[in-house]
T-cell receptor, first 111, second 119 residues
Framework: GENVEQHPSTLSVQEGDSAVIKCTYS??????FPWYKQELGKRPQLIID???NVGEKKDQRIAVTLNKTAKHFSLHITETQPEDSAVYFC??????????WGAGTKLIIKP | GAVVSQHPSRVICKSGTSVKIECRSL??????MFWYRQFPKQSLMLMAT?????????EQGVEKDKFLINHASLTLSTLTVTSAHPEDSSFYIC???????????????FGPGTRLTVL
C-alpha cells in the first residue's frame, strides 16, 4: 500500500518568514496531491491541491510543487502570519479516491 | 458550496451503549462518503469507504460489526458505534466526494467532526 512521509514533524518560523513542508509518497499511481490545514478540534480544511499533470500551483501566499519522478510534493507558505499556526497534512489520493494521510506537521509562527 | 454537516458534534455515553453519528452533504449529492477516526495529536485514520446503495468497504483492522455504516441516500451516511467502550473515545470525522464538483472529482469535503467520549 501507499507509504506517506511528511517532514518536518514540527516547524517553527518567525512571523513574515517562509515555511516549507515536504511530503513523500510511494505509490506511482497517485494522481491527486492535496494539503490540508487543521486547527485544534476542527475539521481538516483543504488549502491547496494539485493534480499530476501540473508541476506547480499558487494561490496568494500558498503554493504547492510536485515532482512525480521523485514522488514528492511540497507546501510553501510565504509571509507567514500568526493565523497560519496549525497542523498541516498532506494526503495523496489514489485511483479509488481514497486519501492516504501523512503524520502531520505542526507549524508554529513566532511573533 | 460543498457543505458537509455532522451530528452530533459531541456525545458522552456509558460503556456498552451504541452511538449513531450522521453525516450529510447539504448542497450536493455524494456518491462516496468516507469515515475517519482521529486520536489526539495523531493523523486521520481511514475507517471505511461508503458508497450509496452498497455495503461499506472497511480498512484492515476496523471491525465492521462494531462500526456499522449505512449510506442509504446520496446525502446521508451514518456511523453507529455499537457497544462502545472507553477505547472507542475519539474524534470521528466524515467526508464526502462530489463527483460533479468544481473542485474536482477527487476533492473531499469534511464534516466538522464528532467528539465521542465513552465513560
Amino acid at each position: 500500500g501507499e507509504n506517506v512521509e511528511q517532514h518536518p514533524s514540527t516547524l517553527s518560523v518567525q512571523e513574515g518568514d517562509s515555511a516549507v513542508i515536504k511530503c513523500t509518497y510511494s505509490d506511482s499511481a497517485s494522481n491527486y496531491f492535496p494539503w490540508y490545514k487543521q486547527e485544534l478540534g476542527k475539521r481538516p480544511q483543504l488549502i491547496i491541491d494539485i493534480r499530476s499533470n501540473v508541476g506547480e500551483k499558487k494561490d496568494q501566499r500558498i503554493a504547492v510543487t510536485l515532482n512525480k519522478t521523485a514522488k514528492h510534493f511540497s507546501l510553501h507558505i510565504t509571509e507567514t502570519q500568526p493565523e497560519d499556526s496549525a497542523v498541516y497534512f498532506c494526503a495523496p489520493g489514489d485511483s479509488n479516491y481514497q486519501l492516504i494521510w501523512g503524520a502531520g506537521t505542526k507549524l508554529i509562527i513566532k511573533p | 458550496g460543498a457543505v458537509v454537516s455532522q451530528h452530533p458534534s459531541r456525545v458522552i455515553c456509558k460503556s456498552g451503549t451504541s452511538v449513531k453519528i450522521e453525516c450529510r452533504s447539504l448542497d450536493f449529492q455524494a456518491t462516496t462518503m468516507f469515515w475517519y477516526r482521529q486520536f489526539p495529536k495523531q493523523s486521520l485514520m481511514l475507517m471505511a469507504t461508503s458508497n450509496e446503495g452498497s455495503k461499506a468497504t472497511y480498512e484492515q483492522g476496523v471491525e465492521k460489526d462494531k462500526f456499522l455504516i449505512n449510506h442509504a441516500s446520496l446525502t446521508l451516511s451514518t456511523l453507529t458505534v455499537t457497544s462502545a467502550h472507553p477505547e472507542d473515545s475519539s474524534f470521528y470525522i466524515c467526508s464526502a466526494r462530489d463527483p460533479r464538483g468544481r473542485g474536482g472529482t477527487d476533492t473531499q469535503y469534511f464534516g466538522p467532526g464528532t467528539r465521542l467520549t465513552v465513560l
